[in-house]
């Protein structure tokens, strides 16, 4: 079944290209003497009406490219979700695995160790059950597939708050997260002993307050390239456009990004992002 | 009015290629019956409008204008089209013959023939009105050969 909307604004296209053919047909065939001498209203109608259709054309045009970009983030949203379930489906596993362990710790009486041991689950439980009742589906579902998927490091999500009132798009939100955590957690791999990486999400005073710690250091000296275009103290492994591009999306949103790094207290990035009610006062 | 013998030799033929290009662009076909139809229907509105043009010595060139709404009108009543299908297919068929005919006007220059001497002359009249269908040839070669549609070339698609 052929969309008529689309066929409609082809045929806007047609009737434009039509008339412009008929006037450069009737200029070259010397009968524009002709046309003219059609009552000047009607012209006037004619020209009115084609400018009409022109607009009407370039509504449709936008309407369309609209479209097509919700299209994207729906489709972006989709494939985030599927992640979570996956990485879900992936910790009902490991939970089945748990059950058992207590079975036979309870079955053969080791009280502390099974206190010890439920004790780590619940804590890990309420973990997965914050980042579950986040209200972006698309950032509980990149936090869960780091947490399931990287080896090696310990992803600690800390969460403050349930982001239900996020103004940044799904996509833009993704590249933020995504490219700040892939940094973590290529510095938390470095080192041996504090292999740790958290995530903390608040609020704070019509923010949404995004940190990123791990317990690599960035050398003083670096401070004022870390986002430039093109640095990377990944060597091949990076293309040094991260940090960039995460700069360039907060500050497209009307947030701020900054980074604290000691030896001793490891680097923290921190993104502030704009709630939807702070977006609109900013706009009035 | 014109000599009938350019309406079965010229203005049904120009009249069957029109309406089938047209509506192939667009992935519609007709059945024959009905392709024979619309196209006879409009064959004889061409001999029809250009001879009252003719008789009341209007100038010609909105006579364009007046065909083009009557074959929107014998596709969509006779052709049992949907109406945004009846008017694209027209509006292509008509900007296509528009254009052939800028190329006809072409070749009468280059050849250097008098317009008048075409006119007269019964079977040139026929010759070069085929050339005016250049662009209509062209249009249908690319729907046979290469399956080209405005659907596909568009991606228009489902609702």
Redesign the interface.
């Given at each position: 079944?052929?969309?008529?909307r689309?066929?409609?604004f082809?045929?806007l296209i047609?009737?434009q290209?039509?008339l412009s053919?008929?006037l450069?047909?009737?200029y070259?065939?010397h009968?524009m003497a002709?046309?003219f001498e059609?009552p000047a209203i009607i012209v006037v109608i004619i020209v009115v009406l084609v400018g009409l259709l022109c607009l009407l054309t370039v509504k449709e045009l936008l309407r369309l490219a609209k479209k097509e970009k919700d299209a994207e983030i729906a489709l972006a949203r989709l494939e985030e979700n599927r992640i979570l379930i996956d990485a879900l489906k992936a910790k009902q596993h490991d939970f089945a695995n748990h059950l058992q362990v207590l079975y036979g710790l309870f079955y053969s009486g080791e009280k502390s160790a099974l206190k010890s041991y439920m004790k780590d689950i619940s804590k890990d439980l309420n973990t997965l059950d914050k980042v579950a009742s986040l209200k972006s589906v698309e950032v509980a579902a990149l936090i869960c597939k780091k947490m399931a998927l990287t080896e090696n490091v310990v992803i600690e999500p800390v969460i403050k708050t349930d982001l239900g009132n996020l103004s940044v798009p799904p996509d833009k939100m993704i590249s933020i997260l995504g490219n700040l955590m892939d940094n973590a957690i290529y510095e938390a791999k470095k080192q041996k002993d504090e292999n740790k990486v958290r995530i903390e999400i608040s609020e704070n005073d019509g923010y949404y307050v995004f940190e990123i710690w791990n317990h690599g250091h960035i050398p003083p000296e670096l401070f004022d390239k870390v986002f430039e275009p093109g640095f990377t103290t990944k060597g091949k492994d990076g293309s040094g456009m991260g940090l960039n591009i995460v700069k360039n999306i907060v500050k497209q949103y009307g947030g701020r990004l900054e980074f604290v790094s000691g030896e001793d207290t490891g680097t923290t990035f921190r993104v502030y992002l704009p709630q939807k009610e702070e977006m609109l006062s900013k706009t009035n | 009015m014109e000599d009938i013998k350019i309406l079965f030799f010229y203005y049904l033929g120009e009249a069957l290629l029109l309406v089938f290009v047209g509506l192939a662009l667009?992935?519609r076909r007709l059945s024959w019956p009905r392709l024979l139809a619309v196209s006879g229907a409009y064959g004889f509105s061409i001999w029809v409008v250009r001879g009252v043009y003719k008789i009341y010595g209007i100038?010609?060139?909105?006579h364009?204008?007046i065909l083009?709404l009557l074959l929107f009108l014998w596709i969509k009543f006779i052709g049992k089209m949907?109406w945004?299908?009846a008017?694209?297919a027209s509006?292509?068929g008509?900007?296509l013959i528009?254009?052939g005919?800028?190329f006809t006007?072409f070749i009468v220059n280059k050849l250097n023939i008098k317009w008048r001497l075409i006119l007269d002359n019964l079977w040139l009249h026929i010759l070069f009105g085929y050339t005016e269908n250049i662009f209509l040839i062209l249009m249908l070669a690319l729907n046979k050969f290469f399956n080209f549609t405005?659907?596909k070339a568009?991606n228009?698609?489902?609702?």
């Open positions: 079944m052929i969309n008529k689309q066929i409609l082809l045929n047609q009737l290209v039509f053919c008929y450069a047909i009737s070259l065939n009968s002709h046309i059609i | 667009f992935g100038p010609f060139g909105s364009t204008l083009t949907d945004d299908i008017v694209g509006l292509t008509m900007t528009l254009l005919s800028w006007d405005f659907v568009f228009i698609g489902a609702d």
